[in-house]
């Protein structure tokens, strides 16, 4: 890496160095989960300037990680879409809605 460049990169490497230790000591495990997704969002930025919100963050994470569950979609999130599609009368539903009141 040529040297004008160097210290910017050293400089933006340190930034989220804090950013992580800071979000690091918040209490709140929501909040830490938070946090740290908003921290990543920059850096997805920077990395897929060109595409969406989501579609950034997602490639980051398939990009970056091995996490094999980075493509599935958590109970609430099931729950929304198929009440926002008026499916809230459907077997699927009920049983998700059911298993997401075991571990509410």
Same mark, same amino acid.
């Given at each position: 890496?040529?040297?004008?460049?160097?210290?910017?990169?050293?400089?933006?490497?340190?930034?989220?160095?804090?950013?992580?230790?800071?979000?690091?000591?918040?209490?709140?495990?929501?909040? $830490?989960?938070? +946090?740290?997704?908003?921290? #990543?969002?920059?850096?997805?930025r920077a990395a897929y300037g060109? %595409?969406?919100? @989501?579609?950034?963050?997602?490639q980051l994470i398939r990009d970056?990680?091995?996490?094999?569950?980075?493509? $599935?979609?958590? +109970?609430?999130?099931?729950? #929304?879409?198929?009440?926002?599609?008026?499916?809230?009368?459907? %077997?699927?539903? @009920?049983?998700?809605?059911?298993?997401?009141?075991?571990?509410?």
């Amino acid at each position: 890496m040529t040297a004008p460049y160097k210290s910017e990169v050293d400089g933006f490497i340190a930034h989220f160095e804090g950013v992580m230790e800071s979000v690091g000591g918040v209490a709140s495990p929501l909040h $830490r989960k938070i +946090l740290y997704a908003t921290a #990543l969002d920059p850096l997805a930025r920077a990395a897929y300037g060109y %595409k969406g919100n @989501r579609d950034r963050l997602t490639q980051l994470i398939r990009d970056l990680s091995k996490w094999t569950d980075s493509e $599935r979609v958590s +109970l609430p999130q099931l729950q #929304l879409k198929l009440r926002l599609a008026g499916l809230f009368r459907r %077997k699927l539903y @009920r049983h998700v809605s059911l298993e997401l009141t075991k571990v509410l």
